[in-house]
Structures are given as C-alpha cells and as structure tokens.
C-alpha cells in the first residue's frame, strides 16, 4: 500500500468534522492497558460510538494529532493486510514525530477487512506506546475469536441498535418524573409505537419515510446478515437458511424447539439434523436471535428444555416475517428482553432465564444477578381479560414460592398499579414509563 496514500488518508481524518451525534448509554473506558473491542451488527452504531470516544478524549485535552481513526471499510484500503498496518504507523510517526514519546490513541475500524489483522494489533499493543480501539461487525468477527486471537490482551464491550431511551434522545424527547401527567406522554407513546413496528437502528430512527425504512430493513436482512452469514459460514443450502430465519423472526417470543422444526422443514429440505443445529448456531452467534434457557438448578434441564426466541431489533419482525395479526405482545415480550440484554451486557454478573413450572405455569423473564434471583417479570399486553390476568399473576406466584424472590413485575402496554396476592407485591408498569425509568436496577 502507497504510503502517501496512506497519509493523505491520515490528513483527511485530522481534517474530519464530527457529525451531530446522539450519546449513548454505554461506559467504555479510555484509558485501560487492554485493547478495548466493540462488536455488534452492522449498522448498529459502531462507528458513532467511536466518534464519541474521541470527542471525550478531545475534551480531556488530548490533542487530534494524538489519535489515529481508520475506517478500514475505505475502498483505498482494500484489500489490506498486517504488513499495511505498519506501513500506516509509519506514515503517522512521520507525520507527527513530536508525538514518538507520548501516549496516542488508534481507533482501527471495522477491523475484520484486514487480512491478518491480530498480528499487526499484537504488535502495536506490545510496544506499549498506543491505547487501541477496535470495532467489528458481529456477523463477521465473534467475541470468543477476538479473545483467541488477542491472547488475553482484550476486552469486548457489545451494542446493540438504539433502545427506547437513545430513541428518544435521538428524537429531542427528554422525558422529566412528571412525564407520566404531561401531554408529552402522548409523543412518547407515538414514539414507541413506532419503534415496536421499525425497531431502533440509528439510520431507521432517523429516516422520515416509513416506506423507505421497511427497504432499509430489508436490505439490513440481505447484506448485513444473510450474505455476511453466508461467506462466513459456507452455507450450501441457502433457501433452508432463509426459512429458519422467516421462521424465527414470525415466531419471536415464542418457544423454539430444535427437534419440531426439523420434522417439519424435513419434508421440503433433505437435511441433517447436524446441520440444522449448525444453522441456529449461526445465527446466534452473529446476534441476529438471542435463544434464553430455562432456569433450572439442573444443567441437563437447561439445555435440554425448549429455548425462548427473541431477535436482536423489532423491525425486522415487520421487514422480514410472515405477519397475520400485530400481535402486540410478542413485540411487547421482545421489547422487554431487548432492554433486558442491554443490563446484561453493562452486568456482566447478570443472566437471563425463562421460567416453567410443574403445572405448566411460565414466567417470561427469570433475572439472575450473581447467585440470587434478582426479580421476576412478566410481559403481557392485554389484562383486560380475568382468565389472562389470572395467568400471569398465577404464574408470578408459583414461581416466586419456589425461587425464593419478592420482586414481581408485570410490564403491560399502558397499565400502572400495584396489587397484593397473598401477602406478595406485584408491580405493573407500562412499558414506556418502565424503559425510561429503569424501574428494574440491577
């Protein structure tokens, strides 16, 4: 790779203006000794997060010439290998000497595109003289392989697209404690109503043409998970691919048995179960579905129970499955997971189970924070039916008899009250108060 090239790209970034940017609720550290990585699906604001991490630097006082962006997804620098990385430190160090004997800061973007990237990475980190920053799409480069290839060197902190709280900051809505008795209650629940349908990528937040954030979703499906999965993974039979994910995205909120799906897309596809098992693994390994196990003391119980589906943005529910009702409570149940996952990947003591009883009872949400059971939720759009409340509520009371919790929640789409059962406290919350006001801690 030309060196002057490579340095015009370096001048170009020195130059670069910062676009309005909406804040994150991520805490990613600036000055640990590891290599920070940030992993999540394209398109989820990767990208924007770094651009918030050195505007933060800036403000410090850490001057532009101390830090080093690269966006490695430049078609200049395609293709792009180890050895071109160091031709592109030795393009900064000649650009700026006087900064040889200080701390600076490199943010590699999209760091996959490089061919033999962690060779190049180990070396710069060796030489302690860099606090590094790296992004990759999921559907592209795992976790697990980035603490392979990094040796203990890294730590990964995983996003996701917007939550309700960032989408509201991206629409100017800044909710107080007496939002619940404003008129702009109203916005806020237009504003959901919306993010149940289109979800919360960045780019879908921000577009004014609903037909055109359907496209966009749609084309989010093709490219950024279905042909990234695809070269990744090899796979050969891509129609039995795309049913899985039809199936699973209709299906979300919804109990996924592995041995049920294979009797019936047996018929239409002559496949193994071994590969079907391989299909799912994909796909949760890209994060494009999130599958939660029982809670059971018992390990076996876990893993051989029926998973519990969710999916990693409600838009593609809207985008992509096979739709005969809104069925707003499966979109409530994944909205509520979604808000979930984000406390799971800032806790790293936290997990996440579903709960079935004896009796067939089941309770949605299982929060396990270290060794105690945190709190118990239930999802559940409509109790306006006695035989629905009773369920839930039924469910909430069992569960909490045999795992020893107090802590019941049931998140509603409007509903706010609290009712005694038998000497235990269940909590309603309308979902839009509950995502702004976190009213579970952890």
């Known amino acids: 790779m030309d060196k002057e090239l490579l340095k015009q790209i370096i001048i170009e970034w020195q130059e670069f203006s910062f676009p309005n940017l909406i804040e994150r609720d991520y805490r990613i550290p600036l000055d640990s000794m590891k290599i920070i990585t940030i992993t999540g699906p394209r398109r989820s604001g990767k990208t924007s997060l770094i651009f918030l991490l050195i505007q933060r630097l800036l403000k410090k006082g850490i001057k532009k010439e101390q830090i ?21 430190m030795n393009g900064y160090r000649e650009l700026y000497p006087e900064n ?6 490199i943010f590699f973007d999209e760091i996959q595109s490089v061919r033999d990237w962690e ?46 709280k960032e989408t509201l900051k991206a629409k100017g809505v800044k909710p107080n404690k007496n939002i619940a ?15 149940f349908e289109l979800g919360g990528f960045p780019e879908i937040i921000l577009e004014k043409n609903n037909e055109l954030k359907i496209r966009i979703l749609k084309e989010y499906i093709e490219t950024t998970f279905f042909r990234d999965l695809v070269e990744r993974y090899n796979i050969k039979n891509q129609s039995l691919m795309r049913e899985l994910i039809r199936y699973l995205v209709t299906n979300i909120s919804s109990d996924f048995t592995l041995n049920a799906f294979f009797k019936w897309i047996k018929q239409t596809y002559p496949i193994t179960k071994r590969t079907l098992i391989n299909y799912v693994n ?21 893993v051989l129970a029926p998973r519990k589906t969710y999916i990693v943005d409600n838009g593609f529910r ?26 799971l990947i800032k806790n790293p003591l936290m997990e996440l189970y579903y709960w079935k009883g004896y009796k067939k009872h089941v309770v949605d949400f299982v929060v396990k924070n270290g060794k105690d059971i945190e709190c118990l939720i239930q999802a559940c759009s409509d109790l306006s039916d006695f035989k629905t409340k009773e369920r839930e509520i039924r469910a909430l009371v069992e569960a909490s008899r045999e795992l020893n919790c107090d802590k019941l929640f049931i998140i509603t789409l409007d509903y706010n009250g609290e009712e005694k059962i038998n000497s235990q406290k ?5 979902v839009w108060g509950w995502l702004i006001e976190n009213a579970v801690k952890f």
Do not use: H, W
Not at 138 to 161: C, D, H, Q, W, Y
């Open 426 to 430: 269940i909590i309603y919350k309308a």
């Open 318 to 343: 809207n985008a992509y499955g096979f739709k005969f009702s809104d069925d707003k409570g499966k979109v409530l149940e994944n909205t509520v997971f979604l808000e979930l996952k984000q406390k």
């Open 181 to 195: 008795y404003s008129q702009k209650r109203f916005e806020i629940i237009n504003i959901l109503n919306s993010y």
């Open 282 to 302: 994909y796909l949760e390994d890209i994060n494009l579905f999130f599958f939660i196990r029982k809670y059971s003391v018992s390990l076996k119980q876990q």
């Open 68 to 88: 080093l962006f690269i966006n490695f997804d430049d078609p200049r620098l395609m293709p792009f290998d180890a050895p071109g990385i160091e031709n592109l």
């Open 100 to 105: 040889l004997n200080k701390i600076n800061f």
């Open 119 to 164: 060779i190049a990475v180990r070396r710069l980190y060796d030489t302690k003289k860099f606090r590094i920053f790296l992004t990759g799409s999921s559907s592209k480069m795992l976790s697990r392989e980035i603490a392979t290839n990094l040796r203990g060197r890294a730590v990964n902190f995983e996003i996701l697209p917007f939550s309700f």
